[in-house]
């Protein structure tokens, strides 16, 4: 398994923070590589992704959500990969969002992307468009405040 962790400050109040990544929809305008991200109902989004020329389509499955505070998904099949994004007041005009991804890596063109930080690289660019579109927005383009409770083992 590999994993990354990433952070970035925001000069948006955490709910406007928050609202904008609850927006899976809009994903594609600042992720590299995100081509399509449908929710398909509260706790179920399809993702189609195309990196380094391979195209791929999943499902991932909200696990976890806590209104300004955490969103936690997981794939339902396919490639196995996780995270977690956290978002932190800073102060009423600032935020720090941190995500976590973990990933299982598939043929030599993926264990060797990981290697290479390649992952790592695309998280902390794709942070930092997140970080561009929302502050030039100023305001979050939609919102889900619903809760997801963390299942029980």
Known sequence: MGGVTEHVDVDVPIRTAYDQWTQFEEFPQFMEGVQEVRQLSDTMTHWTVEIAGVKREFDAQITEQLPDERVAWNSTGGTKHGGVVTFH??????????LQLEFEPH???????????????????????????????????????????????
């Open 89 to 98: 007041r800073l102060d009423e005009a600032h935020t720090r969002v941190t």
């Open 107 to 153: 043929g030599v063109v993926e264990q060797a992307g990981d290697k290479l930080g390649i992952v790592d690289r695309r998280a902390k660019g794709d942070l930092a468009r997140f970080k561009s579109f929302i502050e030039r927005r100023g305001q979050e383009t939609g919102a889900w405040r619903g809760k997801v409770d963390r299942p029980t083992p």
